[in-house]
């Protein structure tokens, strides 16, 4: 008889394919992080078990392995999973124009993603670069630190931050 699986993957909920909105996308990093308990449990099975798709490897050759996600004309996101010396871990959202709208990452934006980091139990640090902007700011819990990298509009809407990043280490 099988075992039972293990306690931290019955509360998950299963996703059948990988997120095509970039909340769902964020809200499966934040499942991720809290079925994470170090950074050893990053690795390529899970990551995929919690992002709702298989991680492929990398054509290369290299022990990179990911996937990426169209999400509208202007914007996709990539996962990206790095096994060399310690895992690693990133969730990035990029964009084919510079003029683009970040409304589409905005559904769940970085104020709603940090305050559900804060809410699992992480701790927040802010790192600030010239004249006070924020750059990330890291939240850590014994044996897993997430960074966090936001971003805003391109029309200089620094008040409305968007998650443009995560990684972990």
Known sequence: ?????????????????????????????????????QLSDLTIEHVGRHMGQALQPADDGSPLHGFGVRLEENWHYGVLLDNRQQPRFELSFNHADDTASMQPLCQLDYAGFTERLQAQGLQRAS???????????????PGLQVSVYPQGEPAGNAQHLCVRMVSIP
């Open 1 to 37: 008889q099988a075992a039972p699986p293990a306690p931290q993957d019955t509360a998950l909920k299963r996703v059948q394919q990988a997120p095509r909105e970039a909340s769902a996308a964020l809200l499966a990093v934040l499942e991720l992080i809290q079925h994470s308990r």
């Open 127 to 141: 790192f600030h670069g010239e004249h006070g902007q924020l750059q990330r700011e890291i939240f850590s819990k």
